[in-house]
């Protein structure tokens, strides 16, 4: 059973950063593309950050380009979201997703292209 268990959210300032970890089970990440979604109260899941399987190749949504950096850990199989500079308009439910593994020919943003999900963790930032 292939589980995503993501951790490192809480409650933080405007201004401070966070790492927010993405630890898998029954799958490897470094075979996966492995995102980070979001999804604010009364909106839909966002797209905010992927890492490729094949060659590490990042994407970023641009409104969080030059803060948020995704990263992976082979050896500990977990995936990192940073979080620099963060805003109350980052505040959140923070999803991690995998895709099959070797997937060609997917669109990092698009959820639809993810087949498995984590529980998500909460990010509150106070102004």
């Known amino acids: 059973q292939v589980q995503l268990v993501e951790t490192g959210g809480g409650l933080v300032q405007a201004g401070s950063s966070l790492r927010l970890s993405c630890t898998a089970s029954g799958r490897t990440v470094s075979t996966s593309t492995m995102g980070w979604f979001r999804q604010a109260p009364g909106k839909e899941r966002e797209f905010e950050a992927a890492i490729s399987w094949r060659a590490g190749n990042t994407y970023y949504a641009n409104p969080v380009k030059g803060r948020f950096t995704i990263s992976r850990d082979n050896a500990k199989n977990t995936v990192y979201l940073q979080i620099d500079s963060l805003k109350p308009e980052d505040t959140a439910v923070y999803y991690c997703?995998?895709?099959?593994?070797?997937?060609?020919?997917?669109?990092?943003?698009?959820?639809?292209?993810?087949?498995?999900w984590g529980q998500g963790t909460q990010v509150t930032v106070s102004s």
């Open positions: 997703a995998a895709s099959r593994p070797y997937r060609l020919g997917m669109t990092p943003g698009r959820a639809d292209d993810y087949d498995v």
